[in-house]
């Protein structure tokens, strides 16, 4: 719930040092003074947006929304929400790592952990009629304990559909070097596997460090996206047969014969780990040690 100006929510808190800053947005370590708990706060500057007034309160309210009514423990929950001036506080719990610190990650058995969580997230996202539309592992949050989860709404929107039954244009957005072919093509009909190929293309990403085309200029890599087939994981880059099936399976060009996220839960290279407990023991025993300090956000 978005509290208004009115209340002495600022006050709550204590901000530490920036930790993430874009163009609209900046994201601090904080901690709550009442009880000492280390959170993060997304301040969003609606004075920023380069848009109308209107508009832009329309954007922040969208990913506040998505992120009251989301509850699943691979996502990243909203503790509260409140306006103050001209900024809206996103308040949420605090993560040790990002994905993106940890990169490259070439042992299938830790991938098949980590992509495990994050497609749990993703089913559950398109169960809810939303779609991420930012898959990257930048995104993608763990704690020392093992737990993962996706973050950052910013772009997702909700799947709307018309009292004709026809579904709302989608828009162009995401990053780049992620986006899916429908994407680019910027037909507005794509739906939820266009996070399916961006899952595909972050598993690359933290296989190799990069994504792919990421030696490229932004316009050029969507042109080679668009164009070109698919990139794939080769047998002398991988010797898990699995992994690669995997990346195969998600970078298929035709949205239509990509799965859903429920099915490539079902697939053998997610499967790798018998359950959820031992998955998050492996990341957590994979984080362990004093070398791991120097990464942690």
């Not at 500057?45 to 699943?72: F, N, P, T």
């Not at 244009?169 to 739906?191: A, H, Q, R």
């Not at 595909?200 to 190799?208: D, H, K, N, S």
Request: overall charge positive.
């Amino acid at each position: 719930m978005l509290r208004n100006e009115q209340d002495p929510c600022p006050q709550d808190y204590e901000l530490g040092p920036s930790i993430y800053k874009n163009q609209n947005s900046v994201v601090n370590k904080a901690i709550i003074k009442a009880t000492n708990d280390p959170v993060v706060i997304k301040r969003l500057h609606l004075d920023d947006y380069g848009d109308i007034q209107g508009h832009a309160i329309k954007l922040v309210m969208r990913e506040v929304k998505i992120m009251s009514v989301i509850h699943h423990e691979n996502l990243m929950p909203t503790i509260e929400s409140f306006l103050s001036d001209a900024e809206v506080w996103i308040i949420m719990p605090q993560m040790d790592y990002s994905l993106t610190n940890l990169i490259p990650i070439t042992d299938a058995r830790l991938l098949s952990a980590y992509f495990y969580f994050i497609i749990e997230g993703l089913v559950y996202l398109h169960e809810q009629n939303i779609i991420h539309r930012d898959i990257k592992s930048g995104n993608v949050l763990i704690s020392a304990d093992g737990s993962v989860k996706l973050s950052d709404y910013g772009v997702s929107r909700f799947i709307d559909v018309m009292e004709t039954g026809q579904e709302k244009p989608l828009s162009f957005v995401g990053t780049p070097y992620w986006m899916s072919p429908e994407m680019i093509e910027n037909k507005g009909n794509y739906d939820y596997k266009t996070d399916i190929w961006s899952l595909g293309i972050t598993l690359l990403e933290v296989y190799f460090g990069l994504p792919p085309h990421s030696e490229h200029k932004p316009m050029k890599a969507l042109l080679k996206i668009f164009r070109e087939a698919p990139p794939r994981l080769e047998k002398d880059e991988s010797k898990s047969k699995l992994l690669r099936a995997f990346v195969q399976t998600c970078l298929k060009k035709d949205p239509a014969k990509r799965p859903t996220a429920t099915t490539l839960l079902k697939h053998r290279f997610i499967k790798k780990l018998e359950n959820s407990v031992k998955r998050k023991a492996y990341i957590r025993d994979s984080l362990s040690g004093p070398s791991m300090q120097r990464l942690k956000i």
